[in-house]
Protein backbone atom coordinates (compact mmCIF):
# COMPACT_ATOMS: atom_id res chain seq x y z
CA UNK A 1 0.00 0.00 0.00
CA UNK A 2 1.54 3.55 -0.80
CA UNK A 3 2.36 6.22 2.12
CA UNK A 4 -0.76 8.15 0.16
CA UNK A 5 -3.19 5.02 1.12
CA UNK A 6 -2.48 6.11 5.02
CA UNK A 7 -2.87 9.57 4.62
CA UNK A 8 -5.94 11.57 6.46
CA UNK A 9 -8.62 12.20 3.74
CA UNK A 10 -10.33 15.43 4.73
CA UNK A 11 -12.96 17.21 2.79
CA UNK A 12 -12.02 20.48 3.81
CA UNK A 13 -8.94 22.45 3.66
CA UNK A 14 -6.83 22.58 6.61
CA UNK A 15 -6.67 26.36 7.66
CA UNK A 16 -2.92 26.93 8.03
CA UNK A 17 -0.64 24.16 6.47
CA UNK A 18 3.16 24.33 7.75
CA UNK A 19 5.80 23.41 5.06
CA UNK A 20 8.31 24.23 7.83
CA UNK A 21 9.89 21.07 7.97
CA UNK A 22 9.19 17.41 7.83
CA UNK A 23 8.41 16.64 11.62
CA UNK A 24 5.80 18.50 12.00
CA UNK A 25 3.35 15.57 11.83
CA UNK A 26 3.49 12.33 14.51
CA UNK A 27 4.64 9.66 12.27
CA UNK A 28 3.47 6.95 9.32
CA UNK A 29 0.72 4.73 10.28
CA UNK A 30 2.14 1.84 9.97
CA UNK A 31 4.38 2.49 12.35
CA UNK A 32 1.82 3.59 15.18
CA UNK A 33 -0.29 0.63 14.28
CA UNK A 34 3.09 -1.72 15.05
CA UNK A 35 4.08 0.46 18.48
CA UNK A 36 0.00 -0.03 19.55
CA UNK A 37 0.39 -3.90 18.72
CA UNK A 38 3.56 -4.41 21.05
CA UNK A 39 2.69 -2.36 23.68
CA UNK A 40 2.06 -4.55 26.08
CA UNK A 41 4.64 -7.07 25.28
CA UNK A 42 7.73 -6.98 27.95
CA UNK A 43 11.15 -6.87 26.08
CA UNK A 44 14.89 -6.17 26.97
CA UNK A 45 15.93 -2.77 27.41
CA UNK A 46 18.98 -0.59 25.85
CA UNK A 47 18.61 -1.61 22.78
CA UNK A 48 19.17 -5.23 23.12
CA UNK A 49 15.30 -5.99 22.74
CA UNK A 50 14.25 -8.30 20.11
CA UNK A 51 12.76 -5.52 17.69
CA UNK A 52 16.00 -3.95 17.69
CA UNK A 53 17.68 -6.95 16.66
CA UNK A 54 15.20 -7.78 14.23
CA UNK A 55 15.54 -4.62 12.28
CA UNK A 56 19.48 -4.69 12.13
CA UNK A 57 19.07 -8.19 10.67
CA UNK A 58 17.15 -6.72 8.24
CA UNK A 59 19.40 -3.81 7.69
CA UNK A 60 21.91 -6.55 7.09
CA UNK A 61 20.62 -8.61 4.43
CA UNK A 62 19.32 -5.10 2.83
CA UNK A 63 23.01 -4.21 2.49
CA UNK A 64 24.88 -7.78 2.41
CA UNK A 65 27.15 -7.08 4.82
CA UNK A 66 27.03 -8.79 8.41
CA UNK A 67 30.19 -6.87 9.49
CA UNK A 68 28.20 -3.92 10.67
CA UNK A 69 27.63 -2.62 13.48
CA UNK A 70 24.27 -0.73 14.08
CA UNK A 71 22.80 1.43 17.17
CA UNK A 72 19.69 2.83 17.83
CA UNK A 73 19.38 6.84 18.98
CA UNK A 74 16.92 9.06 19.81
CA UNK A 75 18.01 12.38 17.30
CA UNK A 76 20.63 14.00 15.24
CA UNK A 77 22.14 16.02 17.40
CA UNK A 78 22.51 13.29 19.81
CA UNK A 79 23.51 10.53 17.01
CA UNK A 80 26.09 13.28 15.24
CA UNK A 81 27.46 14.51 18.80
CA UNK A 82 27.92 11.14 20.33
CA UNK A 83 29.32 9.40 17.44
CA UNK A 84 31.98 12.06 17.01
CA UNK A 85 33.22 12.53 19.79
CA UNK A 86 33.86 8.79 20.18
CA UNK A 87 36.02 8.76 17.48
CA UNK A 88 38.28 11.70 17.83
CA UNK A 89 41.11 12.24 20.07
CA UNK A 90 40.83 15.92 21.83
CA UNK A 91 43.19 17.19 19.21
CA UNK A 92 41.32 16.33 16.77
CA UNK A 93 38.80 17.82 14.45
CA UNK A 94 35.76 16.87 11.82
CA UNK A 95 35.95 18.80 8.32
CA UNK A 96 32.11 19.95 7.21
CA UNK A 97 30.52 22.79 4.78
CA UNK A 98 29.32 25.74 6.66
CA UNK A 99 26.00 24.81 5.94
CA UNK A 100 26.70 21.45 7.96
CA UNK A 101 24.17 20.84 10.79
CA UNK A 102 26.91 20.12 13.18
CA UNK A 103 28.65 23.52 12.58
CA UNK A 104 24.39 25.70 12.31
CA UNK A 105 22.47 24.27 14.48
CA UNK A 106 23.42 22.22 17.11
CA UNK A 107 24.33 24.72 19.69
CA UNK A 108 27.89 23.98 19.72
CA UNK A 109 27.42 20.23 20.50
CA UNK A 110 30.29 19.13 18.73
CA UNK A 111 32.34 21.92 20.24
CA UNK A 112 31.27 21.21 23.74
CA UNK A 113 32.28 17.70 23.66
CA UNK A 114 35.98 19.81 22.73
CA UNK A 115 36.32 19.03 18.89
CA UNK A 116 36.87 21.71 16.68
CA UNK A 117 34.71 22.07 13.38
CA UNK A 118 36.82 23.11 9.96
CA UNK A 119 34.30 24.51 7.51
CA UNK A 120 34.51 26.13 4.04
CA UNK A 121 31.56 28.25 2.36
CA UNK A 122 29.20 25.19 0.76
CA UNK A 123 28.84 25.12 -3.38
CA UNK A 124 25.36 24.13 -3.58
CA UNK A 125 24.90 22.68 -0.39
CA UNK A 126 27.60 20.32 -0.84
CA UNK A 127 31.51 19.78 0.71
CA UNK A 128 33.61 19.11 -2.38
CA UNK A 129 37.24 17.28 -2.63
CA UNK A 130 39.54 20.40 -3.39
CA UNK A 131 37.62 22.25 0.04
CA UNK A 132 38.82 19.27 2.01
CA UNK A 133 42.12 19.72 0.53
CA UNK A 134 42.62 22.75 1.19
CA UNK A 135 42.04 22.46 5.08
CA UNK A 136 44.15 19.83 5.07
CA UNK A 137 47.26 21.72 3.11
CA UNK A 138 46.46 24.77 6.19
CA UNK A 139 47.17 22.07 9.32
CA UNK A 140 50.67 21.73 8.89
CA UNK A 141 51.90 20.62 12.29
CA UNK A 142 51.37 19.96 15.97
CA UNK A 143 50.42 23.40 16.59
CA UNK A 144 47.06 23.34 14.62
CA UNK A 145 43.95 20.82 15.02
CA UNK A 146 44.46 17.77 13.59
CA UNK A 147 41.78 16.92 10.66
CA UNK A 148 40.58 13.82 11.04
CA UNK A 149 37.05 13.44 9.81
CA UNK A 150 34.87 14.50 7.58
CA UNK A 151 31.53 15.02 7.79
CA UNK A 152 28.68 15.46 5.09
CA UNK A 153 25.09 15.22 5.08
CA UNK A 154 22.90 13.38 2.71
CA UNK A 155 21.04 15.03 1.50
CA UNK A 156 22.52 18.62 2.29
CA UNK A 157 21.08 20.76 4.19
CA UNK A 158 20.33 23.10 1.29
CA UNK A 159 18.26 19.49 -0.18
CA UNK A 160 20.59 19.16 -2.92
CA UNK A 161 22.22 15.44 -3.18
CA UNK A 162 25.91 13.78 -3.52
CA UNK A 163 26.20 11.41 -6.80
CA UNK A 164 27.77 8.18 -6.20
CA UNK A 165 30.71 9.45 -8.12
CA UNK A 166 31.16 12.94 -5.98
CA UNK A 167 31.04 10.08 -2.86
CA UNK A 168 33.41 7.78 -4.57
CA UNK A 169 35.98 10.55 -4.92
CA UNK A 170 35.35 12.02 -1.44
CA UNK A 171 35.88 8.64 -0.07
CA UNK A 172 38.60 7.77 -1.80
CA UNK A 173 40.02 11.40 -0.82
CA UNK A 174 39.53 9.73 3.00
CA UNK A 175 41.23 6.85 2.59
CA UNK A 176 44.70 8.48 0.68
CA UNK A 177 44.63 10.96 3.56
CA UNK A 178 43.67 8.80 6.20
CA UNK A 179 40.76 10.53 7.54
CA UNK A 180 37.36 9.21 8.39
CA UNK A 181 34.43 10.09 6.71
CA UNK A 182 31.06 10.07 8.21
CA UNK A 183 27.79 10.64 6.53
CA UNK A 184 24.58 12.46 8.19
CA UNK A 185 21.41 11.01 6.73
CA UNK A 186 18.71 12.60 8.71
CA UNK A 187 16.93 12.61 5.74
CA UNK A 188 18.64 9.47 3.48
CA UNK A 189 15.43 8.68 2.49
CA UNK A 190 15.07 11.23 0.21
CA UNK A 191 18.30 10.73 -1.45
CA UNK A 192 17.69 7.16 -1.80
CA UNK A 193 15.16 7.41 -3.88
CA UNK A 194 16.93 9.39 -6.34
CA UNK A 195 18.63 8.31 -9.42
CA UNK A 196 22.69 8.45 -9.45
CA UNK A 197 22.58 8.41 -5.80
CA UNK A 198 24.68 5.94 -3.59
CA UNK A 199 22.53 3.33 -2.50
CA UNK A 200 22.38 1.80 1.18
CA UNK A 201 25.15 -0.68 -0.02
CA UNK A 202 26.93 2.12 -1.64
CA UNK A 203 27.34 3.82 1.90
CA UNK A 204 28.70 0.81 3.63
CA UNK A 205 30.62 0.30 0.77
CA UNK A 206 32.54 3.78 0.61
CA UNK A 207 32.33 5.50 4.29
CA UNK A 208 33.31 4.55 7.89
CA UNK A 209 30.18 5.19 9.88
CA UNK A 210 26.03 6.86 8.24
CA UNK A 211 23.43 7.41 9.90
CA UNK A 212 19.72 6.39 8.80
CA UNK A 213 17.20 9.39 9.55
CA UNK A 214 13.96 8.46 11.11
CA UNK A 215 13.00 11.49 12.71
CA UNK A 216 12.39 13.40 9.16
CA UNK A 217 11.75 10.40 7.58
CA UNK A 218 8.19 9.12 9.07
CA UNK A 219 9.57 8.28 12.05
CA UNK A 220 8.04 9.72 15.52
CA UNK A 221 11.88 10.01 16.48
CA UNK A 222 14.97 8.20 16.11
CA UNK A 223 18.37 7.51 13.85
CA UNK A 224 19.70 4.17 12.89
CA UNK A 225 23.71 4.82 13.44
CA UNK A 226 25.64 2.44 10.88
CA UNK A 227 29.24 1.68 12.17
CA UNK A 228 31.21 0.20 9.42
CA UNK A 229 35.25 0.55 10.29
CA UNK A 230 36.39 -1.88 12.59
CA UNK A 231 38.26 0.36 14.37
CA UNK A 232 35.19 2.66 15.62
CA UNK A 233 33.36 0.09 16.73
CA UNK A 234 34.84 -0.70 19.98
CA UNK A 235 33.24 0.42 23.27
CA UNK A 236 30.65 2.83 21.46
CA UNK A 237 27.75 1.48 23.82
CA UNK A 238 29.91 3.17 26.51
CA UNK A 239 30.18 6.26 24.88
CA UNK A 240 26.27 6.23 24.15
CA UNK A 241 25.72 5.26 27.77
CA UNK A 242 27.85 8.21 28.80
CA UNK A 243 25.83 11.20 26.57
CA UNK A 244 22.52 9.48 27.21
CA UNK A 245 21.65 8.36 24.35
CA UNK A 246 21.20 4.81 25.37
CA UNK A 247 17.64 5.06 25.56
CA UNK A 248 16.03 2.67 28.34
CA UNK A 249 12.70 1.64 26.38
CA UNK A 250 15.14 1.00 23.08
CA UNK A 251 12.24 -0.77 21.73
CA UNK A 252 10.62 1.86 20.76
CA UNK A 253 13.27 2.75 18.01
CA UNK A 254 13.94 -1.18 17.51
CA UNK A 255 9.84 -1.30 16.20
CA UNK A 256 9.92 2.12 14.14
CA UNK A 257 13.29 0.91 12.40
CA UNK A 258 11.56 -2.81 11.69
CA UNK A 259 8.65 -1.25 9.93
CA UNK A 260 10.77 1.51 7.78
CA UNK A 261 13.14 -1.43 6.91
CA UNK A 262 10.18 -3.71 5.83
CA UNK A 263 8.35 -3.81 2.43
CA UNK A 264 10.41 -0.68 0.91
CA UNK A 265 7.97 1.64 3.44
CA UNK A 266 11.51 3.74 4.08
CA UNK A 267 11.90 4.23 0.79
CA UNK A 268 8.26 4.40 -0.47
CA UNK A 269 8.38 7.34 1.93
CA UNK A 270 11.31 9.40 0.19
CA UNK A 271 9.49 9.09 -3.13
CA UNK A 272 5.91 10.75 -2.25
CA UNK A 273 8.44 13.19 -0.38
CA UNK A 274 10.25 13.60 -3.24
CA UNK A 275 6.88 13.67 -5.56
CA UNK A 276 5.12 16.41 -3.55
CA UNK A 277 8.07 18.48 -3.53
CA UNK A 278 8.14 17.74 -7.74
CA UNK A 279 4.19 19.63 -7.68
CA UNK A 280 5.96 22.48 -6.02
CA UNK A 281 8.82 22.74 -7.90
CA UNK A 282 7.16 22.37 -11.32
CA UNK A 283 4.28 25.50 -10.20
CA UNK A 284 7.63 27.53 -9.19
CA UNK A 285 9.55 27.01 -11.99
CA UNK A 286 9.10 30.63 -13.09
CA UNK A 287 11.31 31.98 -10.22
CA UNK A 288 14.89 31.16 -9.35
CA UNK A 289 15.96 28.56 -7.09
CA UNK A 290 18.98 29.91 -4.46
CA UNK A 291 20.40 26.38 -4.58
CA UNK A 292 19.07 23.22 -7.23
CA UNK A 293 17.22 20.56 -5.13
CA UNK A 294 15.88 17.14 -6.24
CA UNK A 295 14.50 16.17 -2.97
CA UNK A 296 12.03 17.51 -0.69
CA UNK A 297 13.45 20.72 0.28
CA UNK A 298 13.08 23.60 -2.52
CA UNK A 299 14.28 27.02 -1.77
CA UNK A 300 12.54 28.91 -3.93
CA UNK A 301 13.75 33.19 -4.33
CA UNK A 302 10.29 34.41 -4.09
CA UNK A 303 8.97 38.38 -3.94
CA UNK A 304 8.25 39.85 -0.93
CA UNK A 305 4.96 40.58 -1.69
CA UNK A 306 3.93 36.95 -2.60
CA UNK A 307 5.38 35.72 -0.06
CA UNK A 308 3.18 37.65 2.42
CA UNK A 309 -0.22 36.69 0.16
CA UNK A 310 0.93 32.66 1.02
CA UNK A 311 1.72 33.61 4.56
CA UNK A 312 -2.39 33.92 4.34
CA UNK A 313 -2.50 29.94 4.65
CA UNK A 314 1.03 28.59 4.82
CA UNK A 315 3.95 28.48 7.30
CA UNK A 316 7.54 28.71 6.03
CA UNK A 317 10.90 29.29 6.52
CA UNK A 318 12.44 32.72 5.36
CA UNK A 319 15.83 31.63 4.49
CA UNK A 320 17.67 35.02 3.59
CA UNK A 321 17.53 37.83 1.93
CA UNK A 322 18.83 38.23 -1.50
CA UNK A 323 17.95 42.14 -2.25
CA UNK A 324 15.50 44.98 -0.82
CA UNK A 325 12.08 42.84 -2.52
CA UNK A 326 13.43 39.09 -2.72
CA UNK A 327 14.13 36.38 -0.16
CA UNK A 328 14.98 32.75 -0.23
CA UNK A 329 12.27 30.75 1.65
CA UNK A 330 12.24 26.84 2.16
CA UNK A 331 9.60 24.45 1.48
CA UNK A 332 9.38 20.94 3.32
CA UNK A 333 7.43 18.02 2.19
CA UNK A 334 6.92 15.62 4.55
CA UNK A 335 5.04 11.43 4.70
CA UNK A 336 1.84 13.06 5.45
CA UNK A 337 2.25 16.21 3.00
CA UNK A 338 -1.07 15.15 0.76
CA UNK A 339 -1.29 16.09 -3.26
CA UNK A 340 -3.92 18.52 -2.76
CA UNK A 341 -2.28 20.75 -0.10
CA UNK A 342 0.67 21.18 -2.68
CA UNK A 343 -1.67 21.89 -5.45
CA UNK A 344 -3.15 24.10 -3.21
CA UNK A 345 0.13 26.26 -2.90
CA UNK A 346 0.14 26.35 -6.19
CA UNK A 347 -2.91 27.45 -7.46
CA UNK A 348 -1.99 30.41 -4.75
CA UNK A 349 0.74 31.02 -6.73
CA UNK A 350 -0.97 32.16 -9.86
CA UNK A 351 -3.86 33.69 -8.33
CA UNK A 352 -1.13 36.14 -7.37
CA UNK A 353 0.43 35.98 -10.34
CA UNK A 354 -2.69 36.81 -12.27
CA UNK A 355 -4.01 39.49 -10.13
Known amino acids: MCVMDYCIQEDKEVAMYSFTNDYSEGAHPKIMEALLKTNYEQCDGYGLDKYCLEATSILKKLV??????????????????TFISSVLKPYQAVIAADC???????????????HKI???????????????????DEHIDEHMVQPKMVYISQTTEY???YTLDEIKEISQLCKDKNLYLFVDGARLGSALALER???????????????????KMGALCGECLVIINDKLKTDFRYSMKQQGAMLAKGRL??????????????????????AMADILRDGLKDFEMYVDSLSNQIFPILPKALIEYLKQDYSFII??????????????TSWATQKKTVESFVKKVKEFINK
Open 64 to 81: ENDNIDVHYLVGGTQTNA
Open 100 to 114: GHINVHETGAIEATG
Open 118 to 136: LTRVHKNGKLLPEMIKEII
Open 159 to 161: GSV
Open 197 to 215: TPTLKDLVKYSDAFYIGGT
Open 253 to 274: LGIQFKELFSNDLYLEIGKHEN
Open 319 to 332: MKQIDMDHYCIRLV
